[in-house]
């Protein structure tokens, strides 16, 4: 037995992993994720500059107006962690004189006027950039109101008090309140990035087992297949074979984004690259995030292995069940559905602090391997909720292979589906395997 299933396990395998557009697929993926970490180089290469400074050029009729403006525009830069690239300056020449001298700017009027204090004209020969753009003119509505109350009869030192930004002082009594806060703010950035890859190995799967089981039914080979070995290696041939292959694509995903990350520390400097990811990293440390890896890792990494084999079995049993494609992808729809509801649910985690509701569904099989990752982090659940989710869906493995086999053993020879479910409940209450 042991013999027979290690040599269909290798041929399903094979037909998997050593065919020419597995590797092209492969190549494909590794080239748009090593492109699309660095975008940046590859749009600078042909000639984009990221870098390149933005001529902002102010007429300031109110003589009072272009000060106020330019610190307002320091201010929101400073308080939102980006880098300034509006290159901002005063002028006296004229609209038409500047536009001539520097074509590519921007330039800003700032006009009198007796109803409004003072209104603002914007003019530029290319469209200006949304975020640029809001940029300006909340400077444009900072610098108004700080003319209007320069024009009152404010003492300079009292109008530099009200002028000055506001000073605030954050406390949080609740040590853990402030640690949701910070790991709500994650979740909602970095783990969809990170849980992604999983949601499409498992549609993958799906697929994968599905049209194997229905080709080898398609063209009658499954007759020959199960006459020389019993149902139950077959199936666990299919499962196995299918779970080492995403096992090995999702190992082949991480490697790439490792080279994506070495291939932009040699090309624009790992200065760099830390210092856009400390933030991150300062932040995740700050949260205690950092120091609970080393049992979110494994309790996380088991959820998805007999997640991986949960969705394996169901997609088995399902096409098992179907004598085509057509009929598999209808029959598959609510397995896939329970899939996109926990990457949702995961994502949306942040939201449901505190809900019953979400932490039942933490111990859901086919949901629980992204929620209850997703809640752990969150701290909204704990390591024993993690263990419960774990033991619940080795159960339910067990269940499914106990009287999913029983379900496999009648369907793969089965090619009518007339009264099948009639069939397969009475194989369900069989205690033949």
Known sequence: MYRKLKYLTKVSLKKKIATKWFIIVNLILAIA???????DQIIKFFGGDFDEKIEVVVIDETKKCFDYFKNSLSNFSSSTDKEEVLNISLSTKTLDEILEEVPSAIVIELLKDDLNYVKAKITSKNTIDAIEYQQLTQGLMAAKQQYALSLSNIDENELAMVLKPLD???MVLDNDTNETEDMTTIMGTVFPTLILPFFMLVIFLIQMIGTEINEEKTTRSMEIIISNVSPKVHFFSKVLASNIFVLTQGALLFIYGGVALLVRSLTSGAENI???LSPMIESLR?????????????????LLILSFLAYALISGILASMTVNMEDFQQIQAPVIFLCLIAYYLSIMAGMFHGSLLIRILSYVPFISCLLSPALLVLGQIGIIDVIISIVILI??????????MRIYKIGILNYSTDKMWSKLWKAIKSRQV
């Open 33 to 39: 994720i090593i492109s699309i970490a660095n975008i």
């Open 168 to 170: 605030i002082e954050r």
């Open 274 to 276: 830390m210092g856009s």
């Open 286 to 302: 700050e949260s205690g995030f950092i120091d609970q890896l080393y049992y979110i890792i494994p309790l996380t990494l088991i």
């Open 395 to 404: 159960l339910f493995n067990y269940l499914m292979i106990k009287f999913g």
